[in-house]
């Protein structure tokens, strides 16, 4: 494939070979995308713009005289990303990447005409998709924000509370599963008649959403006491609340990408709120072994 006697620069073929690189990634990633969507017409936006991505790979090919294939790790890495978190979260941290490399384009123009083109058609793109985000999930986030809330706000408190008050990681545990399976049952059945009673007909949906969100939380948060020894509850409750940030940082940051919502007010306030009830709640067990003269 020849660049029709056309020439360029080697720090202008570098760029060009990234692009390319990056461009024959996308399509497969883009492909990979279609066979999991539902919607018709999602799948058709897709596998179109993988095609263009194609169409640009030609072009770039055209001046570098290579041809290059996908980069399997990152495809993957998408494929898993897509499959936990859903293709909106996938496709808006693709879009992320696309909007760092948009600048390289402008440079481009002065050696190789077509650069304007790929660039109108990756803002194409980015309009296309933006307009086919429709995913389920994303329409149950109140429900999925209401039940982890809920769940670390709770069991955060309980846990540390009851860490000082029993001093024993198995009893812990027990009270914990118990508190947070009886709480994720309360909040789902909540959930589901609040919904019901708005008229919504995915109220079953919406209470689902809310209940796996709670007993997730549930299960990492106990997890340290049922694994550590009996006595190390000091050491299960800062693991716990560890895993508390963990969560909070992870399901804020896939909000803000998946909903363009800022990131670090929300996970500041979240995280403030869990660790200030934690830490009242420690007390509070405190004073009240104290006060109660309870030996467990």
């Known amino acids: 494939m020849g660049n029709q006697g056309r ?6 073929k570098k760029f060009i070979l990234k692009l390319q690189q990056n461009e024959v990634t996308e399509r497969m990633i883009y492909l990979n995308l279609a066979k999991r969507v539902k919607k018709q017409s999602e799948k058709e936006t ?15 090919a055209s001046y ?19 499959f936990i978190f859903g ?17 390289i384009y402008s440079k481009l123009a002065l050696e190789v005409p077509e650069a304007k083109q790929i660039l109108k058609d990756e ?7 933006i307009g086919l985000l429709d995913e389920e999930r994303l329409q149950y986030v109140g429900s999925m924000v209401l039940g982890l809330n809920d769940a670390l706000v709770e069991l955060t408190g309980t846990l540390a509370g009851l860490s000082f008050a029993l001093q024993n990681n198995k009893l ?34 919406s209470s689902l959403y809310t209940g796996i969100m709670y007993i997730f939380a549930v299960v990492l948060l106990v997890l340290p006491y ?26 804020t940051y896939y909000i803000s990408v998946a909903k363009d919502l800022p990131f670090k007010k929300r996970f500041l306030e979240m995280a403030v709120i869990s660790l200030s009830v934690a830490a009242l709640s420690f007390g509070v067990g405190f004073l009240v072994k104290q006060f109660l003269g309870i030996d467990i």
């Not at 803002?123 to 998709?129: C, G, I, S, W």
Request: glycine share 4%.
């Open 123 to 129: 803002e194409v793109h980015e309009q296309a998709l």
């Open 226 to 251: 049922l694994l550590l020894p009996s006595d190390q509850f000091v050491s299960a409750l800062m693991i716990m609340l560890v895993i508390v940030v963990a969560i909070i940082f992870s399901f």
């Open 172 to 205: 812990v545990a027990l009270s914990g599963l118990i508190t947070g399976i009886s709480a994720t049952l309360s909040m789902a059945s909540s959930e589901y008649l609040s919904a019901r009673s708005e008229g919504n007909s995915d109220a079953l949906k």
């Open 87 to 103: 293709y909106t979260f996938a496709i808006k941290i693709m879009e992320k990447g696309e909007k760092d490399v948009q600048y």
């Open 46 to 60: 897709l596998q179109r713009i993988a095609e263009e991505e194609g169409m640009h790979c030609e072009i770039w």
């Open 7 to 12: 020439t360029i620069s080697e720090e202008t």
């Open 64 to 82: 570098t005289n290579q041809k290059l294939s996908p980069q399997k790790l990152r495809v993957w890495f998408y494929a898993i990303i897509s």
